[in-house]
């Protein structure tokens, strides 16, 4: 069967199957499930190993990192040698190495074994993302990829829910291996649901894995790097938050730890909610107004958090400013996605494994303005800088890429006369 017709078995009415939605949608959120699941197993972790709060922080570093570079070399790979081989190892191996941390006993190793869980993780994401640009145009994928926002920000809801009850029957290991059966049943799914989308003439026409000549042809192109930067400060946004807000919550506001996870699970509601949103948007409009609308409510809502911050409003009111905030993110990350793979075709992968490090790697940004001073103005303040900057590119891009289109406008008009 050819990959046109292998495909054409997972559409029904010109859409794919549930099923295959529901594989993607769980690939691209085997992140958040490889590192909220875990959470909750911190302070037992941390006994177990003799270690303290700091050092078992590593290991939570570790996989968002193995996730970044995991993206960054897998996506080049995938261009090159087809979709479903190196999807299907990195399954099969994430599956491996997350057994492997429940047996780990010393924290090293713990934590090089969960930045190689991170790594081939980092497969299903990236291929997932190169799967549905394989097959859509840019209205299309940004249509798919507010679908599998929508599937994927349940993770951060569930998660650390589901986290917490497995520590009520299991050990911090017992949490590995529900990890090694996840990555098993993604395995399973990804073989029955998931046919080869790049076709072998496709193949060859792509760059060498990170070849000059395909992070050239990459970085050459103004409408990737303009989208890029998008998804990276809304990614810097997001991470502020998930980062810094157990400190600013509890520590600062006063939260215990069952009123922080219930303010935890309202935010990611509210981005399930925000990607429902954009998904209609997407639909209705274009990717591009769900991208600036989001932008929008992202800056004005941030703006308002760092001034109730500033005159250190109540918990309650901090709450109600920061659920928008939080949302807004789930608004702009499909769009700002499909606009950075629009001409990518061939490079598609190389595209999306360097759109993977950059979100992820905009983790690294909290740690920074920890330091800084005060948590919560940190906090406040770094999600309004990213906030700014990101509504800031998507206009300039917007008027840049309007006036590009009257200049070809008119040159077509003087070609006529």
Known sequence: MSTTDAWTVQRQGGKLRA?????????????????????????????????????????????????AVGQLVVGPLSDRVGRRTPLLSGMLLYAIIS???????????????????????GAGIVIARSIVRDLYDTAGAAKVFSLLAVISSIAPVVAPLAGGGLLLVTS?????????????????????????????????????PLSARGLAALFGDRHFLTHAAVL??????????????????????????????????????????AAALASVLVRRTSARSALLLGSAVATFAAIVLLLVTLWEAP?????????????????IVPGATALALTNQGTNAGTASGVLGLLQFGSGLLAPLLSVMGPITTAMAAGMASCATAATLVTVFSTRLLNARAHRDRSRGADSVH
Do not use: N
């Open 172 to 208: 911090w290991q017992g949490v590995f291996v529900v990890l090694c059966l996840l990555g098993f049943a993604l395995l399973i799914a990804s073989a029955v649901t998931l046919p080869e989308s790049l076709p072998p003439a496709a193949r060859g026409k792509a760059p060498r």
């Open 315 to 331: 918990v309650w009111l901090f709450l109600i400013v920061l659920f928008p905030t939080v949302s807004s993110v789930s608004m």
């Open 99 to 121: 057994v492997a941390c429940a047996f780990a006993a010393s924290l090293p190793l713990l934590v090089a074994l969960r930045f190689a869980q991170g790594a081939f993780g």
């Open 19 to 67: 099923t295959t939605m529901m594989a993607l949608g769980a690939l691209s959120a085997i992140g958040p499930l490889s590192i909220a699941l875990y959470l909750p197993a911190l302070p037992s972790l941390t006994v177990g190993l003799g270690t303290d709060a700091a050092q078992a922080e590593l290991t939570v570093t570790a996989c968002m990192v193995g996730l």
């Open 232 to 273: 990276t400060l809304s990614s810097a946004m997001l991470y502020c938050y998930i980062s810094m807000s157990p400190f600013v919550l509890q520590h600062h506001f006063g939260l215990t730890t069952q009123q922080y996870s219930l303010a935890f699970a309202t935010m990611a509601g509210g981005m399930v909610a």
